[in-house]
């Protein structure tokens, strides 16, 4: 190991407690900032994004399937959570940055170089995650759904707050569970957890992988299903990226 005293020694180590308050204060006001300027540039395009939220379900191409409202304020709210629902993913980048710049000082330097790969990664496997979702699982998780209506001989009118809500939790769950690759590179990084470890609990963690799917997936088989195979897929990368990571730790 080196004796550089900066690679030994986070940069915090004498900081005090008010001191880190004070530094969570400022991280928490630059992403409400970072967030509040997505809101107002995503609330002039909430038409826009709403419809791009409701096109999974309109290429369905059921007949007589109607989108509805049920309050007098649900238009202008939906278009409030449609717009912050945008905002949060456009200050992603952001949002990682100050959170990393926040931890960075209690980090060995020669971990503080993965910080730009961190807030490149994060948010690339977010978005793909989020792409995935809209590309693929909603659509297929929506027929499954719906074809339920048509068994019961019902024509379906869906509540537009409902709608969004379940597609938000779905984009949302599938964006942070491809994060999985880039957690268990750091926790490979600082030790926690190896290849051998992962491989030992792969039984394990399907079973959890199916626990969260149920939870964050709406109660059906096949969205399950869809989360269910890129999370062992993602568990895959991370045993191979547990390896490198171990390689570079001389593991």
Same mark, same amino acid.
């Given at each position: 190991m080196s004796d550089d005293p900066a690679k030994r020694q986070p940069d915090n180590v004498q900081m005090p407690f008010t001191s880190h308050l004070e530094e969570l204060r400022s991280r928490l006001i630059r992403c409400t900032l970072a967030i509040g300027v997505a809101f107002l540039i995503c609330f002039q395009f909430a038409d826009e994004i709403f419809f791009a939220l409701a096109e999974p379900l309109r290429r369905l191409q059921i007949a007589d399937l109607t989108l509805i409202g049920t309050a007098v304020t649900e238009a202008f709210?939906?278009?409030?959570? *449609?717009?912050?629902? =945008? =905002? *949060? *993913?456009?200050?992603? /980048?952001? #949002? #990682?940055?100050?959170?990393?710049?926040?931890?960075? /000082?209690?980090?060995? %330097?020669? %971990?503080?170089?993965?910080?730009?790969?961190?807030?490149?990664?994060?948010?690339?496997?977010? #978005?793909?995650?989020?792409?995935?979702c809209y590309g693929i699982v909603l659509q297929k998780g929506l027929a499954f759904l719906l074809q339920r209506y048509q068994a019961l001989q019902v024509q379906p009118a869906i509540q537009v707050g409902n709608y969004l809500s379940l597609v938000m939790r779905l984009v949302v769950a599938f964006g942070v569970m491809f994060q999985l690759p880039v957690v268990t590179f750091f926790l490979a990084r600082v030790g926690l957890v190896d290849h051998r470890l992962l491989i030992h609990y792969f039984g394990y963690a399907v079973i959890g992988m199916a626990i969260i799917s149920a939870i964050l997936t709406p109660p059906d088989l096949i969205s399950q299903i869809l989360l269910m195979i890129p999370l062992s897929l993602l568990y895959g990368v991370s045993i191979g990226v547990a390896y490198v990571a171990g390689k570079k730790n001389g593991l």
């Open positions: 709210f939906t278009k409030m959570k *449609i717009s912050f629902f =945008a =905002a *949060i *993913i456009c200050a992603l /980048p952001v #949002l #990682l940055w100050q959170g990393w710049q926040f931890v960075g /000082p209690g980090l060995y %330097e020669h %971990e503080k170089r993965y910080t730009r790969s961190f807030v490149f990664f994060g948010s690339f496997l977010f #978005l793909a995650g989020v792409a995935f």
